[in-house]
Protein backbone atom coordinates (compact mmCIF):
# COMPACT_ATOMS: atom_id res chain seq x y z
CA UNK A 1 0.00 0.00 0.00
CA UNK A 2 1.12 3.47 -0.55
CA UNK A 3 2.37 5.89 2.14
CA UNK A 4 1.86 9.43 1.79
CA UNK A 5 2.75 12.42 3.86
CA UNK A 6 -1.03 12.77 4.63
CA UNK A 7 -2.05 16.48 5.41
CA UNK A 8 -4.82 17.21 8.14
CA UNK A 9 -6.81 20.22 7.64
CA UNK A 10 -9.82 22.02 9.29
CA UNK A 11 -10.00 25.17 7.23
CA UNK A 12 -11.05 26.48 3.98
CA UNK A 13 -8.07 28.62 3.48
CA UNK A 14 -5.27 26.07 4.02
CA UNK A 15 -7.13 23.47 2.21
CA UNK A 16 -7.70 25.73 -1.00
CA UNK A 17 -3.85 26.33 -0.38
CA UNK A 18 -2.96 22.44 -0.53
CA UNK A 19 -5.04 21.97 -3.41
CA UNK A 20 -3.57 24.65 -5.76
CA UNK A 21 -0.48 22.78 -5.15
CA UNK A 22 -1.57 19.46 -5.76
CA UNK A 23 -0.39 18.11 -9.46
CA UNK A 24 -2.44 15.27 -11.31
CA UNK A 25 -6.07 14.50 -11.22
CA UNK A 26 -8.05 14.91 -7.67
CA UNK A 27 -10.54 12.22 -6.12
CA UNK A 28 -12.77 13.13 -3.45
CA UNK A 29 -14.23 10.69 -0.58
CA UNK A 30 -17.13 12.65 1.31
CA UNK A 31 -17.49 10.98 4.04
CA UNK A 32 -19.21 11.84 7.97
CA UNK A 33 -16.48 9.97 9.56
CA UNK A 34 -16.66 6.64 11.93
CA UNK A 35 -14.97 5.46 8.55
CA UNK A 36 -15.14 1.37 8.42
CA UNK A 37 -14.67 -0.63 5.11
CA UNK A 38 -17.43 0.50 3.19
CA UNK A 39 -15.36 4.08 3.01
CA UNK A 40 -12.29 2.26 2.90
CA UNK A 41 -13.78 0.78 -0.31
CA UNK A 42 -14.48 4.11 -1.81
CA UNK A 43 -11.15 5.49 -0.61
CA UNK A 44 -9.23 2.53 -2.23
CA UNK A 45 -10.92 3.25 -5.56
CA UNK A 46 -10.17 6.52 -5.67
CA UNK A 47 -6.23 6.00 -4.72
CA UNK A 48 -6.15 3.74 -7.69
CA UNK A 49 -8.23 6.34 -9.75
CA UNK A 50 -6.50 9.45 -8.86
CA UNK A 51 -3.14 11.03 -8.55
CA UNK A 52 -4.70 13.00 -5.12
CA UNK A 53 -7.10 11.63 -2.93
CA UNK A 54 -8.95 13.61 -0.81
CA UNK A 55 -11.27 12.44 2.32
CA UNK A 56 -13.68 14.99 4.13
CA UNK A 57 -14.58 14.48 7.34
CA UNK A 58 -17.49 16.01 8.23
CA UNK A 59 -20.83 15.62 10.02
CA UNK A 60 -23.04 17.98 8.29
CA UNK A 61 -25.58 19.36 10.66
CA UNK A 62 -27.58 20.62 8.04
CA UNK A 63 -28.94 17.31 6.97
CA UNK A 64 -29.95 16.18 10.09
CA UNK A 65 -34.14 16.99 11.17
CA UNK A 66 -33.84 17.90 14.78
CA UNK A 67 -35.39 14.18 16.23
CA UNK A 68 -32.31 12.91 14.35
CA UNK A 69 -28.66 11.82 16.09
CA UNK A 70 -26.95 14.76 15.03
CA UNK A 71 -25.57 14.85 18.90
CA UNK A 72 -24.66 11.03 19.23
CA UNK A 73 -23.01 10.70 15.93
CA UNK A 74 -19.89 8.56 16.21
CA UNK A 75 -16.54 10.54 15.84
CA UNK A 76 -13.37 9.11 15.71
CA UNK A 77 -10.71 11.38 14.10
CA UNK A 78 -7.72 10.05 15.09
CA UNK A 79 -8.62 6.77 13.97
CA UNK A 80 -9.80 7.84 10.46
CA UNK A 81 -6.76 9.75 9.59
CA UNK A 82 -4.73 6.49 10.65
CA UNK A 83 -6.92 4.55 8.26
CA UNK A 84 -6.89 7.65 5.62
CA UNK A 85 -2.84 7.35 6.23
CA UNK A 86 -2.70 3.69 5.45
CA UNK A 87 -4.61 3.97 2.34
CA UNK A 88 -2.29 6.40 0.79
CA UNK A 89 -4.70 9.82 1.28
CA UNK A 90 -3.21 13.01 0.95
CA UNK A 91 -5.39 15.35 1.93
CA UNK A 92 -8.06 14.75 5.38
CA UNK A 93 -10.30 17.47 5.18
CA UNK A 94 -11.96 17.79 8.81
CA UNK A 95 -13.61 20.89 8.99
CA UNK A 96 -15.56 22.65 12.46
CA UNK A 97 -19.04 23.66 11.68
CA UNK A 98 -18.38 27.14 11.88
CA UNK A 99 -15.77 26.89 9.32
CA UNK A 100 -18.23 25.74 6.61
CA UNK A 101 -20.99 27.89 7.40
CA UNK A 102 -19.62 31.06 7.97
CA UNK A 103 -22.40 33.42 9.02
CA UNK A 104 -25.21 30.65 10.10
CA UNK A 105 -26.28 27.14 8.94
CA UNK A 106 -29.68 28.48 8.92
CA UNK A 107 -29.18 31.30 6.25
CA UNK A 108 -27.41 29.99 3.89
CA UNK A 109 -28.19 29.32 0.42
CA UNK A 110 -29.22 25.79 -0.34
CA UNK A 111 -29.40 23.54 -3.46
CA UNK A 112 -32.81 21.45 -3.35
CA UNK A 113 -33.42 18.83 -5.25
CA UNK A 114 -36.34 18.86 -7.30
CA UNK A 115 -39.96 17.85 -5.11
CA UNK A 116 -40.34 14.34 -7.10
CA UNK A 117 -36.59 13.27 -6.36
CA UNK A 118 -37.42 13.97 -2.50
CA UNK A 119 -40.98 12.86 -2.14
CA UNK A 120 -40.36 9.38 -1.50
CA UNK A 121 -37.92 7.13 0.68
CA UNK A 122 -35.55 8.97 2.81
CA UNK A 123 -36.26 12.57 1.50
CA UNK A 124 -39.78 11.42 2.59
CA UNK A 125 -38.71 10.53 6.12
CA UNK A 126 -36.23 13.09 6.41
CA UNK A 127 -37.60 16.59 5.34
CA UNK A 128 -34.66 18.80 3.87
CA UNK A 129 -31.93 15.98 4.66
CA UNK A 130 -31.40 15.96 0.93
CA UNK A 131 -30.85 19.71 0.35
CA UNK A 132 -28.42 19.73 3.44
CA UNK A 133 -26.66 16.85 1.34
CA UNK A 134 -26.53 18.70 -2.08
CA UNK A 135 -25.16 21.38 -0.47
CA UNK A 136 -22.52 20.03 1.35
CA UNK A 137 -21.40 18.14 -1.50
CA UNK A 138 -21.36 21.08 -3.74
CA UNK A 139 -19.38 23.16 -1.45
CA UNK A 140 -16.67 19.90 -1.33
CA UNK A 141 -16.81 19.76 -5.02
CA UNK A 142 -15.88 23.40 -5.46
CA UNK A 143 -13.34 23.92 -2.76
CA UNK A 144 -11.43 20.30 -3.84
CA UNK A 145 -11.99 21.14 -7.46
CA UNK A 146 -12.12 17.07 -7.65
CA UNK A 147 -12.11 15.66 -11.00
CA UNK A 148 -14.28 12.19 -9.80
CA UNK A 149 -16.00 11.97 -6.28
CA UNK A 150 -16.74 8.33 -4.81
CA UNK A 151 -20.31 7.90 -3.35
CA UNK A 152 -21.44 4.55 -2.07
CA UNK A 153 -24.89 2.59 -3.62
CA UNK A 154 -25.86 1.77 -0.06
CA UNK A 155 -27.26 5.63 -0.36
CA UNK A 156 -28.99 4.58 -3.55
CA UNK A 157 -31.00 7.75 -3.72
CA UNK A 158 -28.35 10.28 -2.07
CA UNK A 159 -26.60 8.79 -5.30
CA UNK A 160 -29.30 9.17 -7.67
CA UNK A 161 -29.63 12.69 -6.45
CA UNK A 162 -26.31 13.65 -6.22
CA UNK A 163 -26.11 12.37 -9.98
CA UNK A 164 -28.52 14.42 -10.95
CA UNK A 165 -27.23 17.36 -9.38
CA UNK A 166 -23.76 17.36 -11.40
CA UNK A 167 -25.75 16.87 -14.42
CA UNK A 168 -28.71 19.76 -13.98
CA UNK A 169 -26.19 22.39 -12.62
CA UNK A 170 -23.06 20.73 -14.94
CA UNK A 171 -20.42 20.30 -12.18
CA UNK A 172 -17.07 19.18 -13.94
CA UNK A 173 -17.03 16.23 -12.23
CA UNK A 174 -17.63 12.50 -12.60
CA UNK A 175 -19.41 10.62 -9.80
CA UNK A 176 -18.67 7.08 -9.33
CA UNK A 177 -20.56 4.97 -7.72
CA UNK A 178 -19.33 1.86 -5.86
CA UNK A 179 -20.53 -1.42 -4.47
CA UNK A 180 -22.38 -1.89 -0.76
CA UNK A 181 -20.32 -3.46 1.55
CA UNK A 182 -21.54 -5.75 3.66
CA UNK A 183 -20.26 -7.89 6.88
CA UNK A 184 -19.82 -11.47 6.39
CA UNK A 185 -23.64 -12.37 7.62
CA UNK A 186 -25.16 -9.56 4.79
CA UNK A 187 -25.50 -6.85 7.03
CA UNK A 188 -24.43 -3.86 5.29
CA UNK A 189 -21.83 -1.68 7.06
CA UNK A 190 -22.78 1.26 8.64
CA UNK A 191 -21.34 3.86 11.04
CA UNK A 192 -24.64 3.36 12.95
CA UNK A 193 -24.19 -0.05 13.69
CA UNK A 194 -22.24 0.76 16.34
CA UNK A 195 -25.42 1.88 18.22
CA UNK A 196 -27.15 -1.83 17.94
CA UNK A 197 -27.63 -3.98 20.88
CA UNK A 198 -27.41 -7.42 20.83
CA UNK A 199 -31.11 -8.30 19.51
CA UNK A 200 -31.10 -5.31 17.58
CA UNK A 201 -28.14 -6.65 15.74
CA UNK A 202 -30.12 -9.98 15.13
CA UNK A 203 -32.90 -8.57 13.94
CA UNK A 204 -31.15 -6.08 11.91
CA UNK A 205 -30.09 -9.01 9.34
CA UNK A 206 -34.32 -9.21 8.75
CA UNK A 207 -33.41 -6.55 5.86
CA UNK A 208 -30.92 -8.33 3.92
CA UNK A 209 -33.30 -11.27 4.14
CA UNK A 210 -36.01 -9.76 2.95
CA UNK A 211 -33.98 -8.21 0.20
CA UNK A 212 -32.52 -11.79 -0.40
CA UNK A 213 -36.22 -13.48 -0.62
CA UNK A 214 -37.26 -11.02 -2.45
CA UNK A 215 -34.54 -11.02 -5.01
CA UNK A 216 -35.34 -14.98 -5.78
CA UNK A 217 -39.12 -14.44 -6.04
CA UNK A 218 -38.29 -12.26 -8.87
CA UNK A 219 -35.66 -14.90 -10.21
CA UNK A 220 -38.48 -17.25 -10.29
CA UNK A 221 -40.51 -14.68 -12.17
CA UNK A 222 -42.62 -13.55 -9.90
CA UNK A 223 -43.45 -9.52 -11.10
CA UNK A 224 -46.08 -8.46 -9.29
CA UNK A 225 -45.07 -5.95 -6.35
CA UNK A 226 -47.79 -6.90 -3.68
CA UNK A 227 -46.69 -11.01 -3.73
CA UNK A 228 -42.71 -9.68 -3.13
CA UNK A 229 -44.14 -7.08 -0.74
CA UNK A 230 -45.90 -9.38 1.52
CA UNK A 231 -42.99 -11.67 1.86
CA UNK A 232 -40.65 -8.82 2.99
CA UNK A 233 -42.92 -7.52 5.18
CA UNK A 234 -43.41 -10.45 7.44
CA UNK A 235 -39.67 -11.52 7.20
CA UNK A 236 -39.22 -7.76 8.59
CA UNK A 237 -42.16 -7.77 10.86
CA UNK A 238 -39.69 -7.36 14.25
CA UNK A 239 -38.81 -3.89 12.79
CA UNK A 240 -39.88 -0.86 12.82
CA UNK A 241 -40.45 -0.15 8.62
CA UNK A 242 -40.35 3.31 7.86
CA UNK A 243 -40.49 2.72 4.11
CA UNK A 244 -40.21 -0.69 1.51
CA UNK A 245 -40.31 0.97 -2.02
CA UNK A 246 -39.25 -0.21 -5.42
CA UNK A 247 -38.22 2.10 -8.12
CA UNK A 248 -36.81 2.20 -11.17
CA UNK A 249 -32.99 2.33 -10.83
CA UNK A 250 -32.60 4.66 -13.92
CA UNK A 251 -34.99 7.14 -12.63
CA UNK A 252 -36.37 6.28 -9.27
CA UNK A 253 -40.06 6.46 -10.36
CA UNK A 254 -41.94 3.76 -8.19
CA UNK A 255 -43.16 1.20 -9.94
CA UNK A 256 -45.30 -1.75 -10.11
CA UNK A 257 -44.60 -4.19 -11.79
CA UNK A 258 -40.89 -5.85 -11.04
CA UNK A 259 -38.36 -6.29 -13.87
CA UNK A 260 -34.28 -6.05 -15.25
CA UNK A 261 -33.91 -2.44 -13.85
CA UNK A 262 -36.36 -2.83 -10.57
CA UNK A 263 -34.80 -1.57 -7.05
CA UNK A 264 -35.60 -2.89 -3.95
CA UNK A 265 -34.96 0.35 -0.65
CA UNK A 266 -36.07 -0.46 2.92
CA UNK A 267 -35.28 1.94 5.52
CA UNK A 268 -36.52 0.25 9.44
CA UNK A 269 -35.51 1.06 12.53
CA UNK A 270 -34.61 -1.76 15.25
CA UNK A 271 -36.62 -2.48 18.06
CA UNK A 272 -34.27 -1.48 20.69
CA UNK A 273 -32.10 1.08 20.42
CA UNK A 274 -34.41 2.67 17.14
CA UNK A 275 -31.20 2.72 15.25
CA UNK A 276 -32.48 3.35 11.66
CA UNK A 277 -30.80 1.31 8.87
CA UNK A 278 -31.36 1.12 5.39
CA UNK A 279 -30.12 -0.83 2.15
CA UNK A 280 -31.30 -2.15 -0.88
CA UNK A 281 -30.62 -3.92 -3.88
CA UNK A 282 -31.53 -5.24 -7.48
CA UNK A 283 -33.96 -7.22 -8.25
CA UNK A 284 -32.86 -9.42 -11.29
P1 LIG B 1 -21.40 8.44 5.40
O1 LIG B 1 -20.16 8.62 6.17
O2 LIG B 1 -22.37 7.48 6.01
O3 LIG B 1 -22.03 9.74 4.96
O4 LIG B 1 -20.97 7.72 4.03
C1 LIG B 1 -19.99 8.27 3.20
C2 LIG B 1 -19.99 7.52 1.89
O5 LIG B 1 -19.69 6.16 2.14
C3 LIG B 1 -21.36 7.55 1.17
O6 LIG B 1 -21.14 7.71 -0.22
C4 LIG B 1 -21.93 6.21 1.49
O7 LIG B 1 -22.84 5.74 0.52
C5 LIG B 1 -20.68 5.35 1.52
N1 LIG B 1 -20.92 4.14 2.30
C6 LIG B 1 -21.37 4.06 3.58
N2 LIG B 1 -21.53 2.77 3.94
C7 LIG B 1 -21.19 2.02 2.85
C8 LIG B 1 -21.15 0.61 2.59
N3 LIG B 1 -21.51 -0.29 3.50
N4 LIG B 1 -20.76 0.21 1.37
C9 LIG B 1 -20.40 1.13 0.42
N5 LIG B 1 -20.41 2.46 0.61
C10 LIG B 1 -20.80 2.90 1.81
Redesign the pocket.
Known amino acids: MRQKNLRIIDNISDLKKEIEKLQGSIGL?????AL?L??Q??IEKSVQQNDNTVVSIFVNPIQFGINEDLDKYPRKLEKDCELCKQQGVDIVFAPRIEEMYKSDKNNITLICPPVNAVDKLCGKSRPGHFDGVCTVVAKLFNLTKANKA??????AQ??FIIQKMVKDLDFNIEIVP?????EQDGL????RNQYLSKNDRILALNIQKALKTAISLAKKGINDKRTILDSCLEILSDLDVDYIEFVDKNTFETVDLIDKNTLLLIAAKTPQTKTRLIDNSLLH
Do not use: E, N
Open positions: VPTMGHGHSLYFGQKDQLCPIVRALSS
